[in-house]
C-alpha cells in the first residue's frame, strides 16, 4: 500500500516552455501532498504544501506563480515550471500524506531545461 | 528556526556489522519521528518511523527515540553493501503537516 506515481519521470525541455508534472496517490486519498525540489547532493527542499481544493502553501523564496500548483481531487496534485530556465534543472519530487505526518513519495521527476 | 541535524558522514561500517545512526531536533513539542532511505538518484523511501520513547524495531532496523534528550537514532544489524543509501530524518513540525528535513547522513557498508 501507499503507493505515489509522478508522471513524468524524466522530461527535457527549451528555455521558456512550461512543463506540467503529476503526481498520483494510487491506493489511498491524499488531502496533503508536497513538491519538493533536490539538486544534485544537496539536500531535498520543499516547496510547496498542496491541500485538496483549496489553494497550496508556498514557501518562503518559491515564487507560486512560476510554479503553479493545483489539488483538485484528492489522488492528484499538479506542478507546472512555467516559462522554464535552465536554473530551473532539477530533481522534483512529490509526496502525500497518508496518516497524521507519514509521507510516502513518488519517484520524482528529473527536468533538464536546455 | 526548527532544526533537524545530522552528521553528514560518509559514514563507513563493514559488511555485517551494526549501523548506527543519529539525530537531534530542536522542537521540545514534536511527536512524531521518521527515517527515510535515500539511494542515489532516486526518491525518499520511508523505513521507520518512531512515536514514543524506547525502541522499534523492524527486521534489522531498529528506531530509538529519547524525546528528553530530543534524539533519535536508527541501527541497521547485519549491513548489507544494498544499505549503503544516505539516510535522512525527519520530524513533524507541531503547527501544520509538515516535516523538517535532516540534511542526511551518507551510509557506506563496505563488502
Known amino acids: 500500500g501507499a503507493v505515489v506515481s509522478q508522471h513524468p519521470s524524466w522530461v527535457i525541455c527549451k528555455s521558456g516552455t512550461s512543463v506540467k508534472i503529476e503526481c498520483r496517490s494510487l491506493d489511498f486519498q491524499a488531502t496533503t501532498m508536497f513538491w519538493y525540489r533536490q539538486f544534485p547532493k544537496q539536500s531535498l527542499m520543499l516547496m510547496a504544501t498542496?491541500?485538496?481544493?483549496?489553494?497550496?502553501?508556498?514557501e518562503q523564496g518559491v515564487e507560486k506563480d512560476k510554479f503553479l500548483i493545483n489539488h483538485a481531487s484528492l489522488t492528484l496534485s499538479t506542478l507546472t515550471v512555467t516559462s522554464a530556465h535552465p536554473e530551473d534543472s532539477s530533481f522534483y519530487i512529490c509526496?502525500?500524506?497518508?496518516?497524521?505526518?507519514?509521507?510516502?513519495f513518488g519517484p520524482g521527476t528529473r527536468l533538464t531545461v536546455l | 528556526q526548527k532544526e533537524v541535524e545530522q552528521n553528514s558522514g560518509p559514514l563507513s561500517v563493514p559488511e555485517g556489522a551494526i549501523a548506527s545512526l543519529n539525530c537531534t531536533y530542536s522542537d521540545r513539542v514534536s511527536q512524531s519521528f521518521f527515517w527515510y532511505r535515500q539511494y542515489s538518484g532516486k526518491s525518499p523511501e520511508l523505513i521507520m518511523s518512531?512515536?514514543s520513547n524506547g525502541d522499534k524495531e523492524d527486521g534489522r532496523f531498529t528506531a530509538q527515540l529519547n524525546k528528553a534528550s530530543q534524539y533519535v537514532s536508527l541501527l541497521i544489524r547485519d549491513s548489507q553493501p544494498s544499505d549503503s543509501a544516505t539516510y535522512l530524518c525527519?520530524?513533524?513540525?507541531?503547527?501544520?503537516?509538515?516535516?523538517?528535513w535532516g540534511a542526511g547522513t551518507k551510509l557506506i557498508i563496505k563488502p
Open positions: 518512531i512515536y
Open positions: 525527519a520530524v513533524n513540525l507541531a503547527s501544520n503537516y509538515q516535516l523538517i
Open positions: 498542496s491541500n485538496e481544493g483549496s489553494k497550496a502553501t508556498y
Open positions: 509526496s502525500a500524506r497518508l496518516l497524521e505526518y507519514e509521507q510516502f
